[in-house]
T-cell receptor, first 115, second 112 residues
Framework: ETGVTQTPRHLVMGMTNKKSLKCEQH?????MYWYKQSAKKPLELMFV???????ENNSVPSRFSPECPNSSHLFLHLHTLQPEDSALYLC??????????????FGDGTRLSIL | KQEVTQIPAALSVPEGENLVLNCSFT??????LQWFRQDPGKGLTSLLL?????REQTSGRLNASLDKSSGRSTLYIAASQPGDSATYLC???????????FGKGTHLIIQP
């Protein structure tokens, strides 16, 4: 029981499809994150939400669109993805974003494959 | 830009041995450093978090040290067991919009 739940666990989609990844945390945390884990590369931070407000991150292509409707839920909307977007997408949460003593708790991820 | 390097990339040792995993980072201005383990097909499990003002943290057979000025951390695993087999990831938190910066990990195999 991780406290952070991601659905679906696996997703296969074509480049023209639209799909969404969902993350839910039951830890009472105020910060949530999306990370991308590709083979042979370190985890890359995609987006940060603190108190439901997005902390700007300009290095992610617009085909990825995050949404945080409340402090317990985080979505990643996918549209017109490329084969290089195939990866494990991990969601994490922490009590707050900017304090040094707050560990991040991770879900088990969504394995995304783009055909 | 912060960079995190983990050495070795892979390690295989017999059960019962003590071992050390290494992590280095280029920018010493960090809030904390975390060690995680990742099992195949799973997310990350937080093992230890060391705040920038601390030198080490211990949990069971695990001990993590931090030398912020030299940009180094070590994870010491005592009396290794086959269940310790996993990928171990080091990550530093610099605050702001950057979140955690991860190394590529050390893939550890403990031979029964």
């Amino acid at each position: 029981e991780t406290g952070v739940t991601q659905t679906p666990r696996h997703l296969v989609m074509g480049m023209t499809n639209k799909k969404s990844l969902k993350c839910e945390q039951h830890l009472g945390h105020n910060a949530m994150y999306w990370y991308k884990q590709s083979a042979k590369k370190p985890l890359e931070l995609m987006f940060v939400y603190s108190l439901e407000e997005r902390v700007e991150n300009n290095s992610v292509p617009s085909r990825f669109s995050p949404e945080c409707p409340n402090s317990s839920h985080l979505f990643l909307h996918l549209h017109t993805l490329q084969p290089e977007d195939s990866a494990l997408y991990l969601c994490a949460s922490s009590r707050t974003h900017l304090q040094g003593n707050q560990p991040q708790h991770f879900g088990d991820g969504t394995r995304l494959s783009i055909l | 830009k912060q960079e995190v390097t983990q050495i070795p990339a892979a390690l295989s040792v017999p059960e019962g041995e003590n071992l050390v995993l290494n992590c280095s980072f280029t920018d010493s201005a960090i809030y904390n450093l975390q060690w995680f383990r990742q099992d195949p097909g799973k997310g990350l499990t937080s093992l230890l978090l060391i705040q920038s003002s601390q030198r080490e943290q211990t949990s069971g057979r695990l001990n993590a040290s931090l030398d912020k000025s030299s940009g180094r951390s070590t994870l010491y695993i005592a009396a290794s067991q086959p269940g310790d087999s996993a990928t171990y990831l080091c990550a530093v938190f610099g605050g702001g919009a950057d979140g955690l910066t991860f190394g590529k990990g050390t893939h550890l195999i403990i031979q029964p």
